[in-house]
């Protein structure tokens, strides 16, 4: 079956449960390496935090989009390294990257990334030197540039430069141009996730693919690699933690903390726009629930009294983004402004949310 065919009984398309489990850590995982998180997140707020941090930072955006197609590619080196059957690498010298990025492709439609179609390489046999695709309705610009970057260089071992121009408002074109410099191993290593806590989170789930029931609360469309909440219309598309955190934590190497402090308020903005607030004072089953379909970890605690919030996540997954969305909350909820304060204990985020 091709990762685009859909479940019989539940819809969900196979490129999704065959390669992803949800578990009672309130997490999703890669089957094929267990260590490697993703999370279902909504993804039209990404290219948006990039624009905000090169005004608020004085950074350009050449500069910014260096650094997050770098890191996003060292993370994508590392999980494909590990992840990829061991004969792809022979395979693909045979086959050539045809073969290979059309299994990207397929996959990419099912993980929510845009419609990515292969445009051609060169030379056209052998090693190529130079290999253009071209990418429409992209989840996210730099972040797919550097799929694909370290894509080519597990593939080639060799470091891979990288340019890309968009062609209207939907389609741009990226090229990846193969260097001479081999990469050595260790460039190909980037930090696991460690086990997580089990938190008894239990999934109604599909009797034959084993998906959870609820991502029925949503509606792929295959063609153009576009995942949306049926109920509310929001994009989203899957997307690995060690790459999100690898790029979080060289923009703060590179541009400093300021970077978590866009990051939090982009994300308390965006709950504000896309999350009612009948959801949000739904209450924290509810909330608890679609935190763990996300894989953003364990709802443990969430609690108003008087003006104060507090929220405890077992196994979270990015910090900035579960704060952000934890002060837009807040706001839904009390109409006010709030301040957080956080904290990390173990497997546990605590944040505390006064006005
Ligand atoms: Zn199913």
């Not at 995982?29 to 993804?43: G, K, L, N």
């Not at 990469?183 to 959870?212: H, I, N, T």
């Not at 790459?243 to 709950?271: M, P, Q």
């Amino acid at each position: 079956m091709k990762p685009t065919d859909r479940c019989g009984t539940c819809g969900v398309p196979v490129g999704i449960s065959r390669t992803m489990t949800w578990t009672d850590e309130g997490l999703i995982r890669q089957r094929r390496d267990p260590a490697h998180r993703m999370i279902f997140f909504e993804s039209e707020n990404l290219d948006r935090l990039w624009e905000t941090m090169c005004s608020e930072l004085g950074v350009t955006r050449e500069h910014l989009w260096e650094i997050v197609i770098a890191a996003k590619s060292r993370a994508t080196r590392a999980f494909l390294k590990r992840s990829l059957p061991w004969y792809l690498n022979t395979v693909s010298r045979l086959v050539g990257y045809r073969a290979m990025i059309r299994t990207i492709e397929l996959q990419g439609l099912a993980m929510g990334y845009g419609k990515i179609t292969v445009g051609g390489q060169f030379p056209e046999r052998g090693r190529p030197r130079r290999i253009t695709v071209y990418i429409e309705d992209p989840y996210s610009v730099p972040l797919f540039c550097g799929d694909f970057k370290g894509a080519a260089e597990v593939l080639e071992r060799r470091a891979a430069g990288i340019t890309y121009q968009a062609l209207d408002s939907r389609r741009h074109q990226i090229e990846v141009a193969l260097g001479e410099e081999k990469l050595e191993e260790e460039e190909f290593r980037v930090d696991g996730e460690k086990m997580a806590r089990s938190c008894g989170v239990a999934y109604m789930r599909c009797v034959e693919c084993g998906a959870p029931m609820d991502l029925q609360e949503f509606e792929w469309d295959l063609e153009t690699g576009i995942i949306r909440e049926k109920e509310t219309g929001r994009r989203l598309a899957f997307f690995g933690t060690p790459g999100l955190k690898a790029v979080f934590g060289e923009l703060v190497h590179e541009l400093g903390e300021r970077v978590i402090d866009i990051i939090v308020d982009g994300e308390r903005r965006n709950t504000l726009a896309s999350m009612t607030h009948e959801e949000a004072r739904g209450g924290p089953e509810l909330l608890r629930k679609k935190a763990a379909l996300r894989g953003l970890g364990y709802l443990e605690e969430f609690s108003l009294q008087d003006d104060t919030l507090r929220v405890s996540m077992c196994n979270p997954a990015v910090d900035p983004y579960l704060v952000g969305l934890a002060l837009g909350v807040y706001e839904l909820m009390t109409g006010k402004y709030g301040r957080a304060t956080w904290s990390r204990e173990e497997d546990f985020l605590n944040i505390e949310i006064k006005p």
